[in-house]
């Protein structure tokens, strides 16, 4: 019982000292979606030289979508004219940071972290993509037969209702199952894990680095999520820069998202992707801890109970943090699984409504591009997402499942088929 009392005062010790930034983040992350859609910023990847490059990285930074959101984000800037180097920045800096991320990582880490992290994912982006733009000649994408519509020019009484509902709706529900996976682990290691154990028995930079990168590339959790494992792992000694590694191989990387970068960009520019992250985490790593005062990383901090900590901002941001989350759950979860045990009429046997079934779809970015991909596609008429079971509904008089089972492909998903 006790073990169970000091698990739960962890885990609130460690979201409440995330909730006062977290929120801002899901504010400014809501103003970006805002102003600057996604199908705006497309025309800055689409030269083949080494500004779209370095554009790729600059608008990669601060965007708020983690690994499984930024491959069919990546992948469609691809198939409209993006070179691969261009997309290649963009697939490595996007996930390691966002601007809730960033805002997190100074709350729990500091703002010598955060500056750090912002840098590191912006350089290997840079590296990313410069080395793609040299070392692979084939840097024209398969263009597709379907584009993307223009992006639609919002009044301002609905750019204020987009910040709301994407910064602390969609957002929320994207990284809430992350944040929840990130929070408990680290709350577990906290207690489990004895103080000082990486000096005591590891005590080498590269075996902690490589050991990091090792159990981080292929698994799969959100930057914002991995922040409390961080400052947990800091805590029982690990070198700042292994946490580095951590912070950056772990969003940016995991078995899924190889896979498609693979099949839809060609060996060549997996490896090079590959090659980006293995190579700048690990010497990210190292520059950090040889060159940077250890003093700067230190989080000792997060287990002291000052005033700060007790404030009355601290407790109502986790409270309203712990609202949003609780909402993120009945709204991703709950409520789905309700209405689908609710009587509903059928639509297998209306001859205007097709059900296919898609894997790979994660979040609420997954949903509103194949949403919009297929709705793009002569024929179809509208479209809907059910993110739980993967199944979806597309209603159409002439509708061509070749075109949408290829258009779903090479948006990363895997199509299979009818239902």
């Known amino acids: 019982m006790a073990w169970i009392s000091s698990f739960f005062g962890e885990f609130y010790r460690l979201m409440s000292e995330m909730a006062p930034f977290l929120l801002l983040g899901f504010l400014f992350a809501g103003m970006l979606k805002a102003l600057f859609p996604t199908d705006s910023i497309a025309r800055f990847m689409g030269r083949r030289n080494f500004r779209s490059v370095l554009n790729a990285a600059l608008l990669g930074v601060p965007m708020p979508l983690c690994s499984c959101g930024v491959i069919p984000t990546a992948i ?28 997190a990582t100074y709350a729990m880490l500091g703002l010598p972290f955060a500056i750090v992290r912002v840098i590191v994912a912006f350089f290997t982006g840079l590296l990313g993509g410069t080395a793609s733009h040299l070392l692979d000649r084939n840097q024209i994408g398969r263009a597709s037969d379907i584009k993307d519509s223009p992006a639609e020019k919002l009044s301002f009484i609905r750019k204020v209702k987009l910040i709301f509902t994407y910064g602390f709706g969609e ?19 906290s207690l489990v894990i004895p103080d000082s154990f990486f000096t005591t028995y590891i005590g080498n930079q590269w075996i902690e680095m490589l050991i990091v990168l090792t159990a981080s590339v292929p698994l799969y959790i959100c930057a914002t999520g991995s922040i409390p494992m961080a400052a947990v ?9 292994a946490a580095l590694v951590f912070l950056m191989a772990g969003p940016a990387t995991n078995v899924a998202t190889m896979m498609v970068i693979s099949n839809s960009m060609g060996k060549k520019a997996f490896f090079i992707y590959l090659g980006a992250i293995v190579g700048g985490a690990l010497l990210s790593g190292f520059f950090v801890n040889t060159f940077l005062p250890a003093e700067w990383f230190q989080v000792s901090h997060l287990h002291e109970h000052n005033h700060a900590g007790s ?109």
């Open 76 to 103: 469609s800037f691809y198939r409209n004219g993006a070179s691969k180097g261009a997309t290649t920045s963009f697939l490595i800096s996007t996930p390691q940071t966002g601007v809730d991320s960033v805002l």
């Open 171 to 189: 957002l929320v529900e994207d990284i809430v199952k992350w944040l929840l996976i990130g929070l408990a682990f680290a709350s577990v290691l």
């Open 233 to 241: 792992l800091l805590l029982k000694g690990i070198s700042p820069g």
């Open 311 to 419: 404030s009355w901002i601290t407790v109502a941001a986790a409270i309203l943090l712990s609202g949003l989350m609780l909402l993120a759950i009945w709204n991703k979860w709950i409520h789905p699984m309700l209405q689908s045990k609710s009587p509903t009429m059928s639509t297998s046997e209306n001859p205007y409504f097709t059900t296919i079934s898609v894997g790979g779809m994660t979040c609420n970015h997954c949903k509103a591009t194949v949403e919009k991909n297929i709705s793009a596609i002569e024929g179809v008429d509208e479209v809907t997402v059910d993110l739980n079971s993967g199944n979806v509904k597309v209603g159409g008089e002439n509708i061509d499942l070749d075109r949408i089972g290829m258009r779903v492909k090479e948006l990363g998903y895997e199509f299979k088929g009818k239902i």
